[in-house]
């Protein structure tokens, strides 16, 4: 065995083994040079993407007609030597970015949206040495080309966000079941503490879009999709009491919306986009706001009666009514709540398509009452004048239709942004134009579609008094009622300085408007009824110029019980729907309180956000 260990037989074992080393380093450093050849080929391709995104969204590219957006991708791709051909392609899309609540971003493609921009391209180069050698391992047809890609998406940086609010006055909760069972159309019995858990409780917006997103089975992110959807109001409320547990809330809130989940279970489509519009592209950075659960509460049965065929019946001990009355309301137009959104593209258009905008509920209530149940003006009324009308030969009618109507048209309060600054978010303003208007009081007979929210209001006089002559009214003379108070706008530009970031708790204190003499105005509207007179046209006759003469005494004494009477039923009925009723929907009559909120968003220019 020694033969083969000596030094002669071992002379060319070096030679092999440097051989081998060489080949294998030679295998190595070809790998290592193919490898980096795609590896350069694949960044000089993602440079290409990247540059071309964020010059198209810094030229301010679109994808509507015209396609700017591409050509700016185009030209950019040119500079950096990519050249568009067979081997080569470059697509460009326009579209939003999303950012839901888990915080993985996402891109929307969207052509009428520019505020992100996608470029993805794509060039085929000659196949890796390692590629080749595995496709004849591995049996597959060797291709000799192999094609690269890159996907960049750049963004503008987040622009400046502004909210509106309208804050209600804080209400009697004692009162909220009857006028939420009115409005909701079935019985509601929530717990002071409840409700008092609402009025201190507040929602994050974002949070409540994601869980209703995820209730209605709409793509995450897509709140333009989701402000369309069709949804019933219970859940509405079953997506704000998933976010309330899920957030924390007390016992008491958690109860409240429960119950009230429960409750409502009106199978009336509604849209959320009716009480809250975004604007275009908005981010869902700029939903992280909170809103008042009360008011989030309010809004959602408000905007299921206004879709409602038929008006709410309203508890008429509320109005301290009884025998013979009946009182309605119905939600003409729900609250607004305002849109998170740009302020400089509120600006160009205060009221255009991208304004920042909330106003409060408008309601119509309509209290009907039987005059001849509620008071004794028929049989005083008769026995006055009956023995007069008959020797003068004239048909007497007293209350011929006793129904009297009182409807109070209220709210319309809005208010939206005109102008900003934001030198830094401590160096800031927001100013907004703010209208309130003073509630339209009708009184007589209400037209029969009072309801509508597209037709016209109208009321005609109530005949409380007719005495006729040969079947010609009120040609012995009489009394009708009639009262159409107009409603009266007041508005007022005012500056919020250095308002709260958006998501905190708006400007305190809030700016007021209140229009002057508006509730003596109304009062006095009821408590000096005008009543329209006619005296009498025909000519009794010689012998009956005394009877007739007497006639006209009593006419003045029965004007002036017509008079008296009616002002003690209107005076505290009014009274009763200016403080209870109203005061509840949150609706202040004359008055408006308004917060806001402004954060300057990011400077400096576009960045690749994908």
């Not at 185009?74 to 950012?99: E, I, P, W």
């Not at 009336?268 to 604007?279: A, R, S």
């Not at 809103?291 to 508890?315: C, D, H, R, W, Y």
């Not at 403080?579 to 400077?603: E, R, T």
Request: hydrophobic share 45%; aromatic share 4%.
């Amino acid at each position: 065995m020694s033969q083969f260990r000596g030094p002669v037989r071992q002379r060319g074992a070096i030679g092999l083994m440097a051989a081998v080393t060489l080949g294998l380093a030679l295998l190595l450093m070809l790998l290592v040079v193919d490898t980096g050849r795609l590896y350069m080929e694949q960044r000089k391709l993602q440079r290409v993407v990247d540059t071309a995104a964020l010059e198209a969204v810094s030229r301010g590219g679109t994808c509507l007609p015209g396609l700017t957006a591409a050509s700016y991708a185009n030209q950019s791709a040119t500079r950096n030597g990519f050249t568009v051909d067979a081997s080569n392609t470059l697509a460009t899309t326009c579209g939003t970015l999303l950012t839901p609540a888990s915080g993985l971003r996402t891109f929307t493609a969207d052509a009428t949206q520019a505020s992100a921009i996608k470029v993805v391209a794509s060039r085929t180069v000659t196949t890796s040495f390692a590629g080749g050698v595995q496709a004849l391992v591995s049996g597959t047809p060797t291709s000799l080309s192999t094609q690269l890609n890159a996907t960049a998406v750049a963004a503008l940086p987040v622009p400046p966000v502004a909210q509106l609010t309208i804050r209600s006055t804080l209400v009697d909760v004692n009162l909220l079941n009857g006028i939420s069972s009115a409005m909701g159309g079935v019985p509601i019995n929530l717990t002071v503490a409840s409700w008092n858990g609402l009025l201190a409780a507040n929602i994050n917006l974002l949070n409540f879009m994601d869980q209703l997103a995820v209730d209605l089975h709409v793509t995450a992110g897509n709140y333009t999709q989701l402000l369309a959807a069709d949804a019933t109001v219970g859940q509405l409320l079953q997506a704000a009491a998933t976010v309330a547990r899920l957030n924390g809330a007390t016992a008491d809130v958690q109860l409240g919306l429960n119950s009230l989940v429960s409750a409502v279970v009106s199978p009336t489509k509604v849209h959320l986009g009716d009480i809250l519009n975004l604007q275009t592209g908005t981010t869902s950075s700029a939903l992280n706001a909170s809103v008042n659960a009360l008011q989030l509460v309010q809004a959602f049965l408000e905007l299921g009666n206004s879709k409602s065929a038929i008006a709410g019946t309203i508890p008429v001990s509320l109005l301290g009514l009884g025998l013979g009355a009946t009182a309605k309301i119905k939600v003409i137009e729900p609250a607004q709540f305002s849109v998170v959104g740009n302020p400089a593209l509120a600006k160009l258009a205060p009221l255009g398509a991208n304004r920042i905008y909330v106003r409060t509920a408008q309601v119509r209530v309509l209290v009907s009452l039987d005059l001849s149940l509620v008071t004794n003006l028929v049989g005083v009324v008769t026995s006055t004048l009956s023995v007069v009308t008959g020797l003068l030969g004239l048909d007497l009618y007293v209350l011929p239709n006793p129904n009297l109507d009182i409807s109070l048209e209220a709210g319309g309060g809005s208010s939206y942004v005109t102008d900003y600054t934001c030198v830094s978010d401590t160096n800031k303003s927001l100013t907004a134009n703010t209208t309130t208007t003073v509630a339209e009081l009708r009184v007589g007979r209400i037209n029969s579609d009072w309801a509508s929210s597209t037709s016209p209001m109208s009321v005609t006089p109530l005949t409380l008094l007719d005495i006729r002559y040969a079947g010609v009214p009120f040609s012995g003379g009489g009394a009708e009622l009639r009262i159409d108070s107009p409603a009266l706008q007041t508005s007022a530009s005012t500056t919020f300085i250095n308002p709260p970031k958006v998501g905190l708790a708006p400007s305190d204190p809030p700016y007021t408007l209140t229009a002057s003499n508006a509730i003596a105005g109304m009062t006095q509207a009821v408590n000096g009824v005008q009543l329209i007179l006619h005296t009498p046209t025909f000519s009794p006759g010689l012998l009956l110029a005394a009877v007739f003469n007497t006639l006209n005494t009593l006419l003045n004494g029965v004007i002036s019980l017509l008079t008296t009477t009616l002002n003690s039923i209107l005076s505290p009925l009014l009274d009763n729907l200016l403080n209870n009723v109203l005061n509840v929907l949150g609706i202040d009559v004359g008055k408006i309180q308004v917060g806001a909120n402004l954060s300057c968003g990011q400077p400096g220019k576009a960045y690749l956000v994908i």
